[in-house]
């Protein structure tokens, strides 16, 4: 099943089922909410199909709504033939209780036939770290630029809420340049409070589960000062939103230097990359 948003409110829109739900039924309606690539969306060229734009992030979320009709005995509009005030839900057979009028015992505080299931609470956010540029012929050199590709994907069964962060640690002198913000993320430059420059993109939107992030490239000079047979690190790390609880394996204190291993952290949220000067 396919559904559209209405030009009126693209917000939301109605689905509706043809069928007999009896007392005591339920059925579950499942799905994903999908935000597509249009025009004016980063990636997007004017002219050319839509589905050749990028389908990343802001995703929506999983989709399972819940229609009931449980006819509760005793209450006051439980009649009908064979409906008797003490019976059983399965000894009520033609009990009417209309859910978008009113409560009852099941859902006192709002109406089963609205009502949202949810989905679980549970999410976690993991990060990868890449050298996009190539190695130069001779290899790496002082003052040359290298550009790292990091990216956030969600691991959990529920979204990720948006505000949560993707930050790039690099060596002293490095000088990174800053990412320009889109309808995605938007980004800024900082130092650790041990003295590391930082590059730390926000997610405007929620990363949903089994999605990976629109990667952010960042490019860097190696520091001048940099001995050849040296090692250059970089690390990345992604944090959750302020308002959001705990993941499943949370990152706990943010590293402030990029001499992270995370081969070796207990975490998922880290991730490492080393080059070597020659």
Request: hydrophobic share 35%; glycine share 12%; with cysteine.
């Amino acid at each position: 099943m396919t559904a559209a948003a209405s030009e009126t409110d693209p917000q939301s829109f109605s689905m509706s089922f043809d069928g007999t739900l009896v007392p005591g039924g339920l059925v579950r309606v499942t799905g994903k909410m999908v935000v597509r690539g249009t025009e004016g969306t980063p990636g997007c060229v004017r002219g050319r199909p839509t589905r050749t734009c990028p389908t990343g992030e802001p995703q929506g979320a999983p989709l399972l709504v819940g229609i009931t009709h449980i006819d509760q005995a005793g209450d006051p509009d439980s009649f009908g033939p064979g409906c008797d005030a003490a019976a059983q839900v399965r000894q009520c057979p033609t009990g009417i209780h209309d859910k978008r009028v009113e409560p009852d015992e099941v859902d006192s505080s709002g109406y089963n036939m609205d009502a949202g299931l949810g989905v679980s609470a549970s999410y976690n956010l993991t990060s990868r770290l890449d050298l996009l540029s190539p190695p130069p012929a001779g290899g790496w050199s002082a003052g040359a630029p290298v550009t790292y590709r990091l990216s956030a994907f969600n691991a959990g069964p529920a979204p990720a809420l948006s505000g949560w962060t993707l930050t790039l640690l690099l060596p002293q002198g490095s000088a990174p340049v800053v990412p320009n913000g889109n309808a995605l993320r938007y980004c800024a430059q900082g130092v650790s409070a041990v003295g590391y420059p930082f590059v730390r993109c926000t997610g405007r939107g929620p990363l949903s589960p089994g999605v990976t992030s629109i990667a952010v490239d960042v490019t860097a000079m190696i520091a001048a000062s940099t001995t050849p047979g040296s090692q250059v690190p970089a690390a990345a790390y992604v944090q959750p939103a302020a308002a959001q609880g705990a993941e499943m394996n949370p990152l706990g204190a943010p590293p402030n230097s990029p001499l992270v291993d995370a081969a070796t952290s207990a975490t998922d949220n880290d991730a490492s990359a080393v080059l070597e000067v020659q």
